[in-house]
């Protein structure tokens, strides 16, 4: 908002100057990083939860406006099966899915433990994955819950099967729209390249092509943070992402010379996760 527009609204009437003061707060929490699509849609229930061992987040979504109040979950981590369970259960949520964005590499998801709780529950992920899971999604599919719908778009790069969810497109659908982006797009970095058929081309490729060709406002939540940051848009991130406002050179050089060491859960939660999570409880 202009801000000839805010001092001219000051000596206006008291229902204007209370508009004023409204989108003016509105605007301050958007650049803040608070305002959410929830705050906005009366259909979209929107909580983001987080696993401080891995800094994995993980997103409940559901359509309240439907009568069955239809949920899913997104990155579901082992070990917060239970946290995230009694949360859907205290708000009269029914669990339909539970998604992953890629076969993790730093925790055990929790879609299989969560279907042997909730034996009604679907788990997701990318054929690309090649996982194991009740659906197996392509780029262009749509996973419906209620009336609100996730689109997939395939963001491959820093694992080969890695997609973005993205909230739907029009006006019966939450604005801003918002990206799942798992480790595609972290707020202000990037997963890493160098395992699991990465490629930082291919990563540097889908990033600008499936997600900086979203809306600006649209809202990026990631599948990780590790400085603290919740919340980013598409536009933050176009202006202020160290690594992917670089040219493809830049950006390749730098992810060749991150140096870093293996993720200490790899050699369990990868073959773990490629059968949904699943484990051998028996021996």
């Known amino acids: 908002m ?22 003016v707060t509105k605007l301050r929490s958007l650049a803040m990083g608070s305002y959410t699509a929830s705050s906005q849609s009366s259909k979209l229930f929107f909580r983001q939860l987080f696993e401080k061992e891995s800094s994995t987040y993980t997103y409940l979504l559901a359509d309240v406006s439907h009568p069955d109040k239809p949920a899913l979950l997104i990155d579901p981590v082992d070990k917060t099966v239970d946290r995230d369970l009694s949360l859907v259960k205290e708000l009269g949520l029914k669990l339909i899915y539970a998604l992953n964005t890629h076969v993790h590499a730093d925790h055990i998801t929790g879609t299989g433990l ?12 990318s054929k690309a994955s090649g996982s194991k899971a009740d659906i197996l999604v392509e780029p262009g599919d749509k996973v419906s819950f209620g009336d609100l719908f996730l689109e997939v778009r395939a963001t491959p ?3 080969s099967g890695c997609v973005t969810y993205v909230t739907g497109d029009g006006p019966d659908q939450p604005q801003p729209r918002m990206a799942f982006t798992g480790d595609a797009l972290l707020i202000r970095g990037c997963g890493r390249t160098d395992f699991q058929g990465g490629s930082s081309l291919q990563l540097y490729k889908s990033v600008h092509s499936q997600i900086f060709t979203l809306p600006k406002d649209t809202l990026i939540y990631p599948a990780h943070d590790y400085k603290g940051f919740s919340v980013s848009t598409v536009e933050e991130e176009m202006l202020y992402n160290p690594r992917l406002t670089k040219n493809q050179e830049a950006f390749k050089g730098i992810m060749e010379n991150l140096n870093l060491a293996y993720p200490k ?6 073959p773990a996760n490629m059968v949904c999570g699943l484990q051998d409880t028996t021996s």
């Open 265 to 270: 859960m790899m050699g369990i939660a990868v």
């Open 157 to 159: 790069g820093h694992t």
């Open 2 to 23: 202009p801000i000839q527009f805010i001092r001219s609204s000051l000596f206006a009437s008291p229902k204007n100057l209370l508009r004023t003061l409204f989108r």
């Open 114 to 125: 969560i279907k042997t709780k909730s034996p009604g529950v679907k788990s997701i992920i």
